[in-house]
């Protein structure tokens, strides 16, 4: 009992906590020698579930971070009786929006005005423009009214009021208290991998938010996948974008749980795990080879604690390429001889795959994908040739006709050879160790070294005049460019169209050509995908943990949050690294930890290499 009062505390505390500020926040985007003109509304024509509405500009475009777009398109659809959708997009139609092929939205509801909870107006002001207001009865749930829209070819402005001291839960993802500080916060929407960096914008994107007013919640959920700071000051949200469209649905609620199926209706409900995943799972990366991780599996046993799945980091792999197996520490006979151990003892086994594939002709994974066209290209058609684990690599473009196909491919060569259960398909942001394409022009057999291994090399200039490299409005994100640690953002796919306007669309449809795939290899089973990296409908296909975690009192207070975060973002199969990932952790804080992680969705044990080791038979306590 006293266990249980301790965690149901531990989340009261998490609840009632203020999230992290940042500095400035409340300073106006735009100069008040400055004067956007908003919109007027022009014709009107009603359709069976709304009505679409012409906005032209109002006056002399300010375009102050770009180009002011005049004509735009308002549609306003009744959904279902709790959802409402509005969107405004330019009328000529140039502005990026997710593809329905990429991520399908539910559309299978035509509710009309009549019976919808919600109600929409809008208003027409000589000063600001036009704005829209939408309301639950007599309660206005979001309000423009009074703040100029701001839309542009690269910066979208949305300014909504908020009542004083609001209760807003929601948007990420960023290691974070649950409630939300709406006095003085940036949320920075731009995927990358992050160790645990409190407050910064890390691994997913995420753009709905619940709130809470009395006794009723009600949801805003943003579609866009556009860079962008969602800002809380002065009693508003702010959504500062950085292109597309300004693409807004509201749910009703009213109780959490209700927002959270409303939303989740739209963008896809939470995938079945197996019933395994629920278990205990043990990791680590630095393993020295495949008979080390086999006298953990034994000093598991010999310690009574369950463990249900054993996983492996990218030590199992000949020189981090993946699909491959080290011949000396981690043979592949001994892989196969281990898998069919744990099965025969009702075990699991999970192994790492990353999207980057080595530059390299002689290796089949690149030599096919090559052959089918299946990669990221420079402007100039060459190939994107960037730096992760295997050295010089490339990466899947997931919008290229032969992608899926290919990498379904790859996948089952690989689990032909060893039929794990489950795939942890990491580092999908897609991270990388470079800026830019550095490999390119490079040999072939080059290995360079890993950049943390030798002196910093001072930051590349920042191009100012290239806009999709350093777009007129900076979002507060926590690195110098957005193409740092990632794929430059002047990189092309397949449909012709640059990184910088879907970027935070790269992990998503990595987890979801995975998942299709194993749906369709074993149709009989339930696939079990980790990914760090999620987007809105992510909990369709993968589950997910915080990532790159300290071993901490903190990070383990923090974690509970996260927990809640991904309830909300529609992924309740969640969890962080017991004992936390990087650092050493002790005696008192792991056995804490497990007290709390055993509440976990996904409950797992994992550290970083140079660690002491944290497995939870070393203690007694534990």
Request: aromatic share 14%.
């Amino acid at each position: 009992m006293l266990f249980k009062c301790n965690v149901v505390a531990l989340f009261y505390l998490s609840v009632s906590a203020i999230s992290v500020s940042a500095a400035a926040v409340a300073a106006p985007t735009v100069p008040s020698s400055v004067v956007c003109p908003g919109y007027s509304v022009g014709y009107i024509k009603n359709t069976t579930d709304g009505f679409i509405a012409s906005l032209k500009i109002a006056g002399t475009p300010c375009n102050i971070y770009g180009t002011d777009i005049a004509d735009l398109t308002l549609s306003v659809s009744f959904d279902t009786a709790d959802r409402l959708h509005v969107h405004v997009q330019d009328t000529a139609g140039k502005q990026y929006q997710i593809p329905s092929s990429v991520l399908p939205l539910d559309s299978s509801h035509k509710t009309g005005k009549a019976r919808s909870s919600l109600q929409f107006d809008y208003s027409q002001d000589k000063a600001s423009g036009f704005g829209f207001r939408v309301k639950r009865g007599s309660e206005i749930i979001f309000d423009t009214t009074g703040y100029p829209l701001i839309f542009e070819d690269k910066y979208i402005e949305v300014t909504s009021k908020l009542p004083a001291d609001a209760n807003i839960y929601g948007i990420g993802e960023a290691p974070d208290f649950f409630r939300r500080d709406t006095t003085n916060t940036i949320k920075t929407l731009w995927n990358r991998e992050a160790a645990g960096e409190f407050g910064k914008n890390s691994y997913g994107s995420h753009t709905v938010y619940l709130e809470l007013r009395g006794d009723s919640f009600h949801g805003v959920y943003l579609h866009n996948s556009h860079g962008m700071d969602i800002v809380l000051a002065n009693n508003t949200i702010q959504y500062r974008i950085l292109g597309g469209t300004a693409d807004f649905y509201f749910f009703n609620g009213p109780s959490a749980l209700d927002v959270i199926s409303q939303y989740t209706e739209l963008v896809g409900r939470p995938y079945r795990v197996p019933y395994w995943a629920l278990g205990l799972h043990n990791c680590r990366y630095g393993y020295k080879s495949v008979y080390e991780v086999n006298e953990v599996i034994a000093n598991y046993s010999k310690a009574n604690i369950p463990l249900e799945a054993v996983w492996s980091d990218v030590d199992y792999m000949d020189n981090g390429r993946g699909f491959t197996f080290d011949p000396v520490n981690y043979p592949l006979s001994e892989m196969q001889k281990q898998l069919e151990a744990l099965h025969a003892n009702n075990q699991r086994r999970v192994l790492i795959v990353h999207p980057a594939i080595q530059h390299n002709v002689s290796y089949d994974p690149y030599a096919r994908g090559a052959t089918n066209d299946v990669f990221v290209k420079n402007p100039d058609g060459s190939e994107y040739i960037t730096q992760v684990w295997p050295g010089y690599s490339v990466l899947p473009d997931w919008f290229a006709k032969n992608t899926d196909s290919w990498w379904g491919g790859e996948l089952t060569r690989f689990l032909d050879e060893v039929s794990v259960d489950g795939l942890w398909i990491d580092m999908n942001e897609p991270s990388t160790f470079c800026v830019g394409s550095c490999g390119s022009g490079r040999p072939a057999d080059e290995v360079p070294p890993y950049p943390w291994t030798v002196d910093p090399q001072p930051h590349r200039p920042v191009n100012f005049s290239n806009h999709l490299l350093a777009p007129p409005y900076s979002i507060h994100q926590a690195l110098v460019e957005l193409s740092d640690s990632t794929i430059e953002t002047t990189a092309i796919n397949a449909q012709g169209v640059a990184e910088f306007y879907t970027h935070n669309l790269y992990g998503y449809m990595h987890s979801k050509s995975t998942y299709n795939f194993l749906a369709s290899y074993r149709p009989n089973t339930r696939p079990f995908l980790l990914s760090p990296t999620t987007f809105a409908g992510s909990g369709k296909y993968v589950s997910h943990w915080v990532g790159d975690n300290h071993s901490s009192f903190f990070d383990l207070r923090v974690s509970i949050s996260s927990m809640l975060d991904f309830g909300i973002f529609g992924i309740p199969m969640m969890g962080a690294d017991i004992c936390g990932f990087e650092d050493d952790t002790t005696e008192e804080l792991c056995a804490r930890w497990v007290e709390v992680g055993a509440f976990y969705p996904f409950a797992r044990d994992h550290n970083m290499y140079g660690a002491i080791p944290q497995e939870l038979y070393r203690w007694p306590t534990v």
